[in-house]
């Protein structure tokens, strides 16, 4: 494969994603951050400056296993150092399978604050897509506070706690209307009618297509809380790809798409070609109180400033779970697709809560919340750093009566900073188990996203994992993805092989609630990690130990 260059200057800027002027996080300039394009076989090679001025940065590869480059990771406290303001770091990683994928900060809640963009990996040269298509256009999906990140952080660590809220616009591709609606004149909204010349930061994009073709839609969103549901008027979907693994295709009025996830869809412009066509997206899962994404879909045969005739697709009742589950039960792996090893050496059952830890909200795994160390956890196994994080190995499952369904009894937990260590090619099944929040009667959704793999999801259900659900397991064509979500209230089961020597993230894919601790730390094989740069992993305690060998 090829190699090829960038130079990524991030830094802070004025910009109105949704028509109001706040700052934001950009790249060389931009909001959202440019969009990568290499085709599998490649090496990237990002030379990252942080022009931020007082804080650190990093930016993680979202989707890409980085096999052979766990340093290049891009997650802070875990596969390297923050860079300093003022520093450049060097990411180099082969992107060795064709998908859909993005990149985003993955330093505090820097992803909030816009630091996202999209990566897309073409197939090889030779080599043939499993379906046809004329066309394709990207959609990166996100959400927008009118809150800045730094406050956000702020609230969350407060006592008492002050959550941030629902986001005030959704944004397609960067873009999104706070201050009016596109659809004003279809819809009941007290909102004016948004008038664009078009070169306004907030106009939509608009997507402009020929009829009867077959275009491929790629689709990624890296929200900070909103689950999503994306449909285009009059129009049928065909899911053929998610997470950068091929699924066997489907068809649907309508996809969900939470935080963390990737999907191409197809789209055949067969409908009446005099018309224009509203793409919508709206939030699942939580009561909403953003009103929806727009943009138009125009068929070139017409003027792209004609409104669709019919108003924007209605998005399915937030807490329709079944719709939610229907969509996401019939996503299952393509002939063809790698399968599963049929047993597992090793299963963690992670129980999902919120807590309390001196005051504090918080979420906790097993009734730990994860709290990142300062020295990063790749150099510290690697060159066998004493007190660097938390020695013991966090739990592999929970009180066999907690009770899911209710408030936790106590809802003390504790922080901790340990490490799952799995032997190297050790098959790991993860059973997320969901539970009740910490006051009232509910229980929300998490999109969990796993570092360095994909995995293969065997089966979802309602209630409290039991020994027989194994049985129902889904052995035969499991997806293989990166991201996959609980249900409130229900379990989700996941197989690996931890084959990828490094230290490797898997949290919920929500910025807050992994801000609130809601993730833990995997690895394996890391004493066979080779040539990790040195400006990777000198901080923290590490610096004292890396400038000591050099003196010898
Ligand atoms: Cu896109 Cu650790 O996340
Ligand atoms: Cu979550």
Not at 249 to 260: E, L, M, N, Q
Not at 438 to 465: A, C, R, T
Request: aromatic share 10%.
């Amino acid at each position: 494969g090829a190699v090829r260059h960038y130079k990524f200057e991030v830094k802070y800027r004025y910009g109105e994603p949704d028509c109001e002027e706040k700052v934001v996080m950009g790249i060389n300039g931009q909001f959202p951050c440019p969009t990568i394009r290499a085709k599998a076989g490649d090496t990237l090679h990002i030379a990252v400056t942080n022009k931020l001025v007082t804080e650190g940065t990093v930016i993680h590869w979202h989707g890409i296993r980085q096999y052979g480059t766990p340093w290049a990771d891009g997650t802070a406290s875990i596969s390297q150092c923050a860079i300093a303001p003022g520093e450049t770091f060097h990411y180099r990683f082969t992107v060795d399978k064709a998908g859909t994928y993005f990149y985003h900060g993955h330093y505090g809640m820097q992803r909030t604050a816009g630091l996202y963009g999209s990566l897309i990996v073409d197939l090889a040269k030779g080599k043939k897509e499993a379906f046809d298509y004329d066309g394709e256009f990207n959609l990166l999906l996100s959400d927008w506070w009118h809150k800045s990140s730094h406050e956000q952080q702020v609230a969350l660590s407060s006592i008492p706690f002050r959550w941030i809220n629902e986001p005030q616009s959704l944004l397609i591709n960067g873009r999104g209307q706070h201050n009016c609606s596109l659809a004003a004149n279809a819809m009941n909204t007290s909102l004016p009618q948004c008038k664009f010349r078009g070169n306004e930061e907030c106009a939509p994009q608009i997507f402009h297509v020929h009829p009867n073709k077959t275009y491929r839609i790629r689709i990624a969103s890296t929200t900070s809380l909103a689950s999503l549901n994306l449909a285009i008027g009059n129009h049928k979907l065909v899911v053929v790809e998610a997470d950068g693994n091929y699924v066997k295709p489907f068809t649907v009025d309508d996809i969900d798409i939470y935080s963390g996830e990737t999907y191409s869809v197809l789209l055949t412009t067969n409908q009446d070609p005099k018309k224009n066509y509203w793409i919508s997206v709206g939030v699942r899962g939580r009561k909403p109180n953003t009103p929806q994404g727009l943009t138009i879909l125009n068929y070139k045969t017409i003027s792209a400033s004609i409104f669709p005739t019919s108003p924007p697709p209605i998005t399915p009742q937030w807490d329709d779970y079944n719709h939610s589950k229907t969509f996401t039960h019939k996503i299952i792996a393509r002939k063809g697709t790698r399968k599963p090893p049929q047993h597992y050496d090793r299963r963690l059952l992670l129980l999902n809560t919120q807590n309390l830890v001196d005051g504090n909200t918080k979420w906790a795994i097993n009734n730990v919340s994860l709290v990142l160390p300062s020295t990063p956890y790749l150099g510290s196994i690697k060159f066998n750093v004493n007190g660097s994080f938390g020695t013991k190995s966090p739990p592999n499952t929970f009180s066999e009566d907690h009770d899911i369904y209710n408030p936790p009894l106590n809802p003390n937990s504790n922080i901790g900073s340990g490490v799952y260590m799995f032997q190297l090619n050790q098959v790991v099944d993860v059973i997320l188990q969901n539970a009740n929040v910490m006051k009232g009667q509910n229980s929300e959704i998490h999109p969990w996203h796993l570092h360095g793999h994909d995995f293969w999801v065997l089966g979802y259900g309602d209630g409290k994992f039991q020994q027989g659900d194994e049985r129902k397991f889904n052995l035969k064509n499991p997806p293989l993805r990166n991201t996959a979500v609980i249900f409130p209230y229900g379990w989700t089961a996941l197989r690996f092989k931890a084959d990828n020597p490094g230290v490797w993230a898997f949290h919920c894919h929500i910025a807050s609630h992994l801000y609130m601790g809601m993730g833990v730390i995997f690895a394996e094989g890391v004493l066979n990690v080779k040539r990790i740069p040195r400006e990777a992993v000198a901080c923290g305690l590490l610096k004292k130990v890396l400038i000591n060998k050099k003196h010898n």
